[in-house]
């Protein structure tokens, strides 16, 4: 059996569907009700991966498990020593975390201190473990489908700052291999798309999916910082802006990792437009 925490995210909701059509058992956890259709055979279990008294009785019984952190979890909670106690307690002999490159290349971010402190717990709780850390996701995205529905633009800054952006669909199947397959324990993913893209790229591979023009209109720092300041932490907005706008060469470069673990290369991000453009439409 296959617990898979984050069951309804980006990641998750593409991640189950792969390990039922395996063949696999599974429980599709998340900390809020599942609205959704599951495929036959999927178990969901509502529970808190950063609450470990509600994540042991999911454990029961599985093999393995699937961690992602979202939300506030990524900087508050519980030792995450509590849940990989747990689940070497339940019988779990592989646990596969969903982390982030950042923690490779601004290893002293103070955005990702509990990531940090995920990946030493599960690399120590003795089991067979991989750690998954990929970079910007196609799925950021989203955050311009309204201003392209409504007025045919894209409001972004550091336009033409080009990052390797993945899609979590890559992410999900890596995951589903290294959670049934032998080979990959002991090893660190980083992940990322085939090519370093722009915003303003992206924008017209948008505009092109469309068959509509798709305005680029570039933000400054600050408009782009009271923004995202809406919604995100003070420390996760400013270490944001830094990678897009100054990213390292390391943040910058294509990793091999998708396709050494997949044995085909990484999906570029207009197949994930071409997948997602009803949000867009």
């Given at each position: 059996?296959?617990?898979?925490?984050?069951?309804?995210?980006?990641?998750?909701?593409?991640?189950?569907?792969?390990?039922?059509?395996?063949?696999?058992e599974v429980v599709a956890v998340s900390r809020r009700p599942h609205s959704g259709?599951?495929?036959?055979?999927?178990?969901?279990?509502?529970?808190?991966?950063?609450?470990?008294?509600?994540?042991r009785p999911v454990l029961e019984g599985a093999h393995a498990l699937f961690i992602l952190l979202g939300g506030?979890?990524?900087?508050?909670?519980?030792?995450?020593d509590a849940l990989l106690e747990g689940a070497v307690d339940a019988g779990v002999k592989r646990v596969v975390l969903l982390s982030s490159q950042i923690n490779s290349t601004r290893p002293d971010a103070v955005s990702h201190a509990r990531l940090r402190k995920y990946e030493a717990a599960v690399r120590a709780a003795g089991v067979e473990s991989v750690i998954?850390?990929?970079?910007?996701?196609?799925?950021?995205?989203?955050?311009w489908a309204e201003?392209?529905?409504?007025?045919?633009?894209?409001?972004a800054p550091f336009g033409e700052v080009a990052l390797p952006v993945v899609d979590p669909a890559d992410i999900a199947e890596v995951a589903a291999a290294a959670l049934r397959e032998d080979g990959h324990a002991g090893h660190t993913y980083e992940l990322t798309g085939p090519e370093a893209?722009?915003?303003?790229?992206?924008?017209?591979?948008?505009?092109?999916?469309?068959?509509?023009?798709?305005?680029?209109?570039?933000?400054?720092?600050?408009?782009?910082h009271a923004h995202m300041a809406?919604?995100?932490?003070?420390?996760?907005?400013?270490?944001t802006l830094d990678i897009l706008g100054a990213p390292l060469p390391a943040?910058?470069?294509?990793?091999?990792?998708?396709?050494?673990?997949?044995?085909?290369?990484?999906?570029?991000?207009?197949?994930?437009v071409a997948r997602n453009l009803p949000a867009f439409r």
């Open positions: 059996m296959i617990v898979v925490t984050g069951a309804t995210g980006n990641v998750g909701r593409t991640l189950v569907p792969l390990l039922a059509g395996a063949g696999e259709e599951l495929p036959d055979g999927v178990r969901y279990a509502r529970a808190d991966v950063g609450d470990s008294a509600t994540m506030e979890l990524n900087s508050r909670g519980e030792s995450p998954l850390r990929p970079g910007n996701f196609a799925s950021n995205a989203f955050a201003s392209v529905r409504t007025q045919r633009a894209v409001f893209i722009s915003p303003r790229q992206q924008a017209a591979v948008i505009s092109e999916a469309l068959g509509e023009d798709v305005t680029f209109v570039e933000l400054t720092r600050e408009d782009a809406r919604f995100m932490p003070e420390e996760v907005v400013g270490g943040e910058q470069a294509v990793s091999p990792d998708v396709e050494r673990v997949l044995h085909r290369p990484a999906r570029p991000f207009g197949e994930w």
